[in-house]
């Protein structure tokens, strides 16, 4: 079962509160609102869920409205509830009808809603602010077409980024180290689960972590080697005794003791351990789709080529951003040519817009020969130089080379994009730590770059829409009155009292 109030249904005025004073309607949680598509995610969230079984759920507007405060305020998921608990503004934004001191819901539903809410929906969002905006203008564009091929039109600008987890920088002895305290946890529990039976195995914790502690206090790591092979020695002690253990288990009690996620935290210390064995074995830093991290194993090691930092963890992200507005179109845990991405953006702005942009702005890593190509074929320029030596007589004037230079220049608004995201909403602090849940966090922090892109082009459409009607009745006014349509004085006067120019 489902409650959901519609947004139309709902306005600042009817909100009630235990003051005396009204609420402002230029508050700026008002003002957002208005903007965002509550309708649009509702209806797509309710069809996640059962709408016959089950107590009421919790309101999609309360959802979405929660997840943008925390990512706009840089909330943890308990402090967003509290927040909530302390704004009558913020519970108009998230829909309740009065002020209520109590939490909408529990924090730790987010994971749920995170699991639920991926990064798809997000982007079904962004598509729904883009085309809300420039629907009229497609609209006389095509109107304008004699044929059901309109020209290109636009710029559409790419670049790829890494969206940073929150993790612990990786070395191999610190992953070898934190594999053997989850061993020794394993059999700690398994020894308990058995009723203590049996002489425990010994694991020589103390002497390996007094070794480990006085290796990790010097900053020039010279017998980094001997610690590797000490600690792998030890993870594969420990394994072989939890491999005898559970056979044991098997045998005596028939049933498995081992929970699904201690299962799991069991198959990731196993499959890092052969990994560094390899490693260790053949004297080689690298090894394909290699563990940095052990509760986020889809995390990969990404080299970027960055001045500040060589190789990222994270997700790697292919995005396009168009008149402002940024989607994720490759979303990615493995490292990948960002060349690769230029055909489906292209593609995608087709399929949203109708037409096919007129120029491409990207870095020479999506100036391939393949790209170069299909984009010629299809008639769409490219910010790129030529291929082939330069020409010794240079026939491009002056004005061409002012523009193309500018054009070049415009890419710099994605790598803006990317660091409002960084700097702002914590895109390199990605604090999720499961695949799904982490694909969500991304996915609303570009959803809410775009709602307040979307809100000052909506603002600014408003104010050029009132520039206009004034400006359209003056010039009718000054043609009243030259004409002389009137002969009463009075209003001859009124019309030049009232004279403004621009």
């Given amino acids: 079962m489902i409650r959901y109030t519609p947004e139309n249904q709902l306005s600042i005025l009817e909100f009630k509160t235990p003051f005396k004073n009204s609420l402002s309607t230029d508050n700026r949680w008002v003002r957002l609102a208005e903007v965002v598509p509550w309708d649009e995610f509702s209806s797509r969230y ?9 107590r009421p759920g919790i309101s999609p507007r309360i959802v979405l409205g929660a997840l943008i405060i925390k990512h706009m305020e840089n909330l943890d998921d308990r402090g967003v509830i509290e927040a909530i608990q302390e704004n009558v503004y913020m519970q108009y934004f998230v829909g309740l009808t009065e002020f209520s001191t109590n939490p909408v819901f529990s924090p730790s539903l987010f994971v749920k809603i995170r699991k639920r809410v991926g990064a798809n929906l ?31 039109k636009g710029k559409l ?69 001997n610690m590797t092979y000490l600690l792998l020695e030890a993870v594969n002690r420990n394994l072989n005794h939890i491999d005898k253990m559970l056979t044991i288990f098997e045998q005596e009690h028939n049933f498995f003791p081992l929970s699904n996620q201690d299962q799991r ?44 930092a060589q190789i990222e ?64 074929e299809r008639n769409i320029n490219i910010t790129a130089t030529a291929l082939g030596r330069k020409k010794k007589i240079n026939t491009e004037t002056n004005y061409e080379k002012q523009k193309r230079k500018r054009e070049a220049a415009e890419r710099n608004h994605i790598e803006g994009k990317f660091g409002q995201g960084k700097n702002g909403y914590g895109l ?28 000052k ?43 403004f120019t621009f």
């Avoid at 309710?46 to 089950?54: D, E, Q, R």
């Avoid at 390199?428 to 809100?455: D, P």
């Fill in 265 to 308: 935290m069991l198959w990731i210390v196993k499959h890092l351990y052969s990994q560094q064995k390899v490693m260790f074995d053949t004297k080689t830093n690298s090894h394909p789709d290699r563990l940095v991290n052990l509760y986020q194993p889809q995390v990969r090691a990404i080299p970027r080529g960055k001045t500040k």
């Fill in 157 to 225: 600008q790419a670049d790829a980024t890494v969206a940073d987890q929150y993790i612990t920088y990786p070395t191999d002895n610190g992953l070898l180290n934190t594999a053997l305290k989850k061993s020794e946890n394993f059999i700690d529990f398994l020894y308990e689960k058995n009723n203590k039976k049996g002489v425990k195995p010994r694991t020589y914790r103390r002497t390996l972590n007094s070794k480990f502690l006085v290796y990790s206090k010097k900053k020039k790591k010279k017998r980094h080697r």
């Fill in 46 to 54: 309710i069809l996640m869920m059962n709408n016959k079984l089950g």
């Fill in 428 to 455: 390199n602090k990605i604090r999720s730590k499961l695949k799904k849940t982490s694909e969500s966090w991304v996915g609303c922090i570009f959803f809410i770059m775009n709602l307040i892109n979307y809100k």
């Fill in 457 to 499: 082009k909506v603002l600014l459409c408003l104010f050029y829409n009132t520039l206009l009607k004034l400006i359209t009745l003056y010039s009718i006014l000054r043609r009243v009155r030259n004409k002389n349509f009137f002969r009463n004085n009075r209003i001859l006067t009124f019309l030049n009292q009232y004279e």
């Fill in 313 to 376: 963890f994270g997700s790697k992200l292919g995005v396009s951003l168009d008149k402002g507005f940024a989607r994720i179109n490759t979303f990615s845990w493995n490292a990948y040519h960002e060349g690769k991405d230029l055909i489906p953006q292209v593609e995608a702005y087709k399929q949203l817009h109708g037409y096919y942009p007129s120029l491409v702005q990207v870095d020479k890593a999506y100036a391939t020969r393949e790209n170069r190509n299909w984009l010629k």
């Fill in 122 to 152: 997000f982007d079904s969002l962004n598509v729904a602010l883009i085309k809300s905006l420039s629907e009229n203008t497609d609209k006389n564009h095509l109107s304008k077409q004699d044929n059901h091929t309109p020209n290109n």
